[in-house]
């Protein structure tokens, strides 16, 4: 994983830190999402939010220098503490990794797992693709054993060049892998979430999931304007990268149906399955 110096701006004071949900996560059977920060430091060149702008709670200095800093929102276990209920599905988090590089110093989701741990909803969902997590894995099976817990782990693509290309400040594939299964030999239900669906062996990648997870795929591909008109896209730096390096059919949907296909075929050899869209992170919501 490239190293570089990032910003990391001095909390905000939050007003609240659940957000009724809407679109695609909504969809997937979730109430709320938590986003613990605004802006992400692993800056990965396909990620749609800096494309949502306003929509997105953002300002226009996160999306023009979107991954060279981040702002905290400091009393995010504070409010967590006053609105949390019992019933609740959350995501976190739809706009930020949760374990971010910028997580590292700030020591933010420790508090958020006391928080969680203390009150705990009905469902509770980390996605992320950050090693950082095995930090917090005792708060993970503390909270585990409160409500229901579930990671989602991104894992892109088979092949080690093409991560370094579209995200190269996250950690190797192989060293994700391993987190993956270190999560479930921990007993926290993990899956091995192939989106976005980066250039890769469809088949390998499939077999490398299961391998480590154990269970079902879900994923998606890149999002490509021709298919989704209005909303949230593939930001233009992850373009550039797949038009200088050959890769612009994984950017039409076509192609992109072939590629799910295939794995969905691989899945299936090996005893499960691969869902994408929402019905794919319905799975993590139930």
């Known amino acids: ?29 979730f109430t709320h999402s938590l986003t613990p920060a ?8 396909y990620c749609y939010v800096p494309t949502m702008r306003v929509q997105g709670g953002l300002k226009p200095e996160d999306w023009q220098r979107w991954g060279q800093f ?14 949390l209920r019992n019933h609740q599905r959350i995501y976190c988090s739809p706009l930020v990794d949760p374990y971010q590089p910028a997580e ?23 996605q992320t693709r950050g090693t ?19 990671v989602s782990f991104s894992i892109t693509t088979n092949r080690e060049e093409v991560r370094r290309l579209y ?35 469809p088949q390998e990648l499939a077999r490398i999931a299961i391998e480590a997870s154990g269970r079902d795929l879900i994923g998606d591909a890149l999002h490509v304007r021709s298919v989704k008109p209005r909303g949230a896209t593939t930001r233009d730096a992850a373009l550039w990268v797949a038009a200088v390096n050959g890769h612009g059919q994984w950017l039409d949907p076509i192609f992109q149906s072939e590629v799910i296909g295939r794995i969905e075929a691989a899945a299936g050899a090996l005893g499960h399955s691969f869902t994408t869209g929402p019905s794919g992170f319905a799975k993590l919501a139930a």
């Open 167 to 201: 995200e190269p400040h996250c950690a190797p594939i192989a060293e994700r892998l391993a987190a993956v299964r270190a999560l479930r030999g921990a007993g926290i239900e993990t899956y091995a979430t192939l989106a976005p669906l980066l250039p890769c062996d």
């Open 1 to 29: 994983m490239q190293t570089r110096r990032v910003e990391i701006r001095g909390g905000i004071t939050a007003r609240t830190v659940l957000s009724p949900t809407s679109g695609f996560i909504a969809e997937a059977g």
């Open 70 to 83: 981040t702002t905290f929102k400091s009393n995010a276990d504070e409010l967590l503490r006053r609105e």
């Open 38 to 45: 605004r802006n992400c430091t692993f800056g990965c060149t």
């Open 132 to 150: 950082l997590i095995l930090r917090d894995l005792a708060l993970l099976r503390a909270l585990a054993r409160r409500t229901v817990l579930r």
């Open 104 to 126: 590292e110093r700030e020591r933010m989701m420790p508090r958020i797992l006391d928080a969680l741990t203390m009150a705990p909803p009905r469902v509770f969902a980390l």
